[in-house]
């Protein structure tokens, strides 16, 4: 069970797009479609803001959008804003009943 | 709404065993999954398990085999976590989460978190 292989950190304008990802294996991100990320403010528990791979909870704003293709899963955030500077994780079904994440994503905004 | 409220801090010694509780309501408890996720000091989070309330399926990561248990009082509708034989590098904040419906997708719905310090 190794953690998901993520960028330590990425960055973006306001306005632009960025997309951060989230590489595993065929065990976890690619043997299941239950790719789940969570953002994360400093002192905050974790948000769920995209689960099996493309779904938005409600309340989540369309800005944010998953994707995968193969052992690799990809968060975009679209229209990037101030707010969005945070931390951001995925997550993945290992099978079992066993689940991994990633080490995280510190995303800026210049 | 949804509520999950933990437990509070807790300071432990090497060795020792800590009991983390997450009482849920807004909800019907025994349908919904719970996973203990922690972080530790500056460090990303970590998943260390999943059990249903029912008390009918667990499933633990390798890494804390033998020293963790999840158990449920439904009667109570809290869900514990227990992890034995405490080192200073299980000093984390321990959260629980719900499952969104099924118990293979994300964690919609989070504890405010338990600081477990661990020293001498």
């Known amino acids: 069970q190794s953690a998901l292989t993520q960028p330590r950190s990425v960055s973006g304008s306001p306005g632009q797009s960025v997309t951060i990802s989230c590489t595993g294996t065929?065990?976890?991100?690619?043997?299941?479609?239950?790719v789940s990320w969570y953002q994360q403010h400093p002192g905050k528990a974790p948000k769920l803001i995209i689960y099996d791979v493309t779904k938005r909870p409600s309340g989540v704003p369309d800005r944010f959008s998953g994707s995968k293709s193969g052992s690799t899963a990809s968060l975009t955030i679209s229209g990037l804003q101030a707010e969005d500077e945070t931390d951001y994780y995925c997550s993945s079904f290992a099978g079992g009943y066993t689940w991994v994440f990633g080490g995280g994503t510190k995303l800026t905004v210049l | 709404q949804v509520q999950l409220v933990q437990s509070g801090a807790e300071v432990k010694e090497p060795g020792a065993s800590v009991k983390v509780s997450c009482k849920a309501s807004?909800?019907?408890?025994?349908?919904?999954?719970i996973h203990w996720v922690r972080q530790a000091p500056g460090q990303g989070l970590e998943w260390m398990g999943i059990?249903?309330?029912?008390?009918?399926?667990?499933g633990y990561a390798q890494k804390f085999q033998g020293r963790v248990t999840m158990t449920s009082d439904t009667s109570a509708s809290t869900v514990y976590m227990e992890l034995s034989n405490l080192r200073p590098e299980d000093t984390a904040v321990y959260y629980c989460a719900r499952a969104v419906e099924m118990a293979t997708q994300g964690a919609g719905y989070w504890g405010q978190g338990a600081l477990v310090a661990v020293s001498s």
């Open positions: 059990m249903n309330p029912s008390g009918s399926t667990t």
């Open positions: 807004g909800y019907t408890f025994t349908n919904y999954y």
């Open positions: 065929s065990s976890d991100v690619g043997g299941y479609d239950y």
